[in-house]
């Protein structure tokens, strides 16, 4: 039977405001210039329930610029994040030849500098959208996003879809830098020993909360909440029960619920791990 108008309308609007969490925490990835509302609005409603502070993650130029101006006007609620996205390094080679590639990766690396700009990221690679014939580009862009974070002490946020192998193998090649975050890990149990075991962060988002995900969670299950973050990814992998809506900061509550459910531990408890984290990570550029 179709569904009706209001259904539709349903679905695609913007899920309620959940319980506040005792602690305050930190969404450690957003796209709040993807999102519906006015990032005022989507801040707000964010500290409304313990979220007080999001990492927003430009991943183009246009973005990354984006990102900067919005740490700038939002200074106590947003830290920015640039880079070039793993599908859009290869894009741009592939449309615009090696010299693009070059031009944005040197824009990215000047605005990475500002102060607002806590990480280099999301870098990484994706074998799910990008073909063989943009892999050379993806792999050439991530090397130097790995050299930039390292260059100028910032934290690597990754982006690692379809790619478990070959990111960790460059990681070694290349050697992580001192803060290297797994944004929306997405590995399995042995993975996240291996991840965890050299100090690195993993960050899970609403995906965990899925049905289908009980390897995400067994990796879960396994990462010392020592290394934990917690994510939207907004306005994607919004968590259960409100999948197929846009995700936004404020549902970051329903994932670390979730998320102390599978690690056996009282969510204020988690929250304070992760907010602690959180810091840690990202801290703050050297005067």
Known sequence: ???????????VEIPPLPEPLAVP?????????MQEPEPALVLERAAAVGVERVVQIGCDVERAHWAVKTATEHPDRVWAAVA?????????ELEHGPAALDAALEEIAELAALPQVRAVGETGLDHFRTGPEGRAAQERSFRRHIALAKELDRTLVIHDRDAHRDVLRVLEEEGAPARTVFHCFSGDAAMARYCAERGWFLSFA??????SAEPLREALAVTPPQRLLVETDA???????FRGRPNAPHLIPHTLRAMAGVLGMDETELARHIADNSR????APAA
């Open 1 to 11: 039977m179709p569904q009706s108008k209001a259904a539709r309308a349903a679905r």
């Open 25 to 33: 925490v930190i969404d450690s990835h957003t796209h709040i210039d």
């Open 84 to 92: 070039l996205h793993p599908n859009e390094a290869p894009r741009l």
């Open 206 to 211: 609403g995906n965990v909360t899925f049905r």
């Open 235 to 241: 306005p994607f992998l919004t968590p259960a029960p």
């Open 280 to 283: 840690r990570a990202f801290p």
